[in-house]
């Protein structure tokens, strides 16, 4: 019903920057949110961001606050997430997901994109 296609992921030095897009198709109309996660080699998959569709409202992960941004244009169905003053430790896939329903916000997602590569050198 839903899919997602990540891109922007790259290189970068520390205290740099990235805008990751997701392009999401299928039933915008009727999605509710949409999150970012992260997943580095060897670790547990991490919550980042999320924002809902209609109203534009974020969450956060600590690791995020005061330095990451998720925005959207639903004309384009793109969401985005601007990644500022980025570390080491955001070396990570990156992945956007979706969900059509409001009551797991912000952490729960059904639809799922494959994700791509951030990698920040010190």
């Known amino acids: 019903q839903v899919q997602l296609v990540e891109s922007g992921g790259g290189l970068v030095q520390a205290g740099g920057s990235l805008r990751l897009s997701c392009a999401v198709s299928g039933r915008t109309f009727s999605t509710y949110a949409v999150g970012w996660f992260r997943q580095a080699p060897g670790k547990e998959r991490e919550f980042v961001a999320a924002?809902?569709?209609?109203?534009?409202?974020?969450y956060y992960a600590d690791s995020a606050k005061g330095r990451f941004t998720a925005s959207r244009d639903n004309a384009k169905n793109t969401v985005y997430l601007q990644m500022n003053n980025l570390k080491p430790e955001d070396t990570a896939v990156y992945c956007c997901?979706?969900?059509?329903?409001?009551?797991?916000?912000?952490?729960?997602?059904?639809?799922w994109g494959q994700g791509t590569q951030v990698t920040v050198s010190s």
């Open positions: 997901a979706s969900t059509l329903y409001g009551s797991g916000w912000p952490y729960e997602y059904h639809y």
């Open positions: 924002i809902t569709w209609r109203g534009g409202s974020t």
